[in-house]
């Protein structure tokens, strides 16, 4: 493992910690002795998401993070706590043992998790991916988790766009 600062090939290890997701090893360079850390992921049998036009494409976390980013748009959401989400719902697909995954499950996934976290973001998500049968539904769902807001006194309020 070469150094990130100065490029020398040879670092010590200081740390060890395993993970669910990935083995976490701190580092120090043996010339500069700068610290840094590597994960070790290991490689598992492709997940391969199912549209639904039946058009197959693998487990693209970059897409996935660039469909929740544009859903969090302005709301006070960390970007961890979007790594985070992308990481279990990672997890969620893998502990399936299947190797296809229609792409709704992928889709309810994140809504599940947005909702949990930011209703703006989650009805963002949600017109997106037209899990509601129709705009009926999707406005008495909006106004459902709008009183739950103000209930709990959320200040927030709820976009709408209808098309
Ligand atoms: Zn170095």
Redesign the pocket.
């Known amino acids: 493992m070469k150094?990130?600062?100065?490029?020398?090939p040879e670092?010590r290890v200081l740390e060890s910690r395993d993970s669910a997701e990935a083995l976490r090893r701190r580092r120090e360079?043996?010339?500069?002795?700068?610290r840094f850390t590597t994960y070790e992921r290991v490689e598992v049998q492709p997940l391969i998401i199912v549209k639904k036009n039946g058009k197959e494409e693998p487990f693209d976390r970059t897409k996935l993070r660039r469909g929740i980013l544009l859903a969090c748009e302005k709301r006070p959401i960390k970007l961890e706590k979007i790594e985070e989400i992308i990481d279990s719902i990672r997890r969620n697909l893998i502990g399936r043992k299947k190797t296809h995954v229609p792409s709704r499950v992928v889709g309810s996934l994140v809504m599940s998790k947005l909702k949990a976290l930011d209703t703006v973001a989650y009805m963002r998500f949600a017109s997106v991916y037209r899990e509601f049968d129709n705009i009926k539904s999707f406005i008495a769902e909006a106004s459902t988790l709008e009183k739950k807001k103000a209930e709990k006194g959320n200040q927030d309020n709820i976009l709408v766009e209808t098309k």
């Open positions: 150094c990130p600062f100065c490029n020398h670092t360079c043996q010339k500069c002795q700068k």
